[in-house]
């Protein structure tokens, strides 16, 4: 990835920052009801395991009035305490093209699982929300599961 952060600053995945770290990148929009529900859990998670070396970047795909004037990501971020990375994709319509290595997509949100060896490990598709009971569980559950295995893993390769 290679996008802008609110400030205009491009991030990329081969800045020295994400080096030997777990790194989840995260697709997301400001528009979507269930990254809505994943964005507080995300906040948390990041929170729990910066330390240990975990890294988040949400790729957020945004309708075009809001790549100008982001107000309402402004608003998400604020509202679900996200202390991560935060980049603007581009307009929603464009997330197929600019993900190119993304191949069959089309889940909104998506998390990509990248290892300390900067290799995706594995990605999961979509988000429940916590009204769907067990299934949100059982998601929550796999995630910080794939996390503490990543983290837990040495640092064998770098890429």
Not at 98 to 122: E, I, M, S
């Amino acid at each position: 990835f290679s996008f802008p952060d609110l400030a205009g600053k491009v991030v990329s995945n081969t800045d020295p920052r994400f080096r030997g770290k777990v790194v989840l990148i995260n697709i997301t929009g400001s528009w979507c009801p269930n990254c809505h529900d994943e964005a507080p859990f995300l906040a948390e998670v990041y929170k729990k395991y910066r330390s240990q070396g975990l890294e988040i970047v949400a790729l957020s795909f945004e309708e075009e009035d809001q790549l100008a004037n982001p107000m309402r990501l402004k608003a998400f971020i604020k509202e679900y305490g996200i202390a991560y990375t935060v980049l603007l994709g581009g307009e929603t319509s464009t997330a197929k093209e600019k993900l190119t290595q993304a191949a069959n997509w089309d889940a909104w949100p998506t998390t990509f699982f990248v290892g300390r060896d900067g290799l995706v490990k594995t990605v999961h598709a979509g988000f429940p929300s916590p009204g769907s009971g067990e299934l949100y569980q059982r998601d929550k559950q796999e995630f910080i599961t794939t996390v503490e295995r990543l983290l837990a893993e040495n640092q064998t390769s770098r890429k």
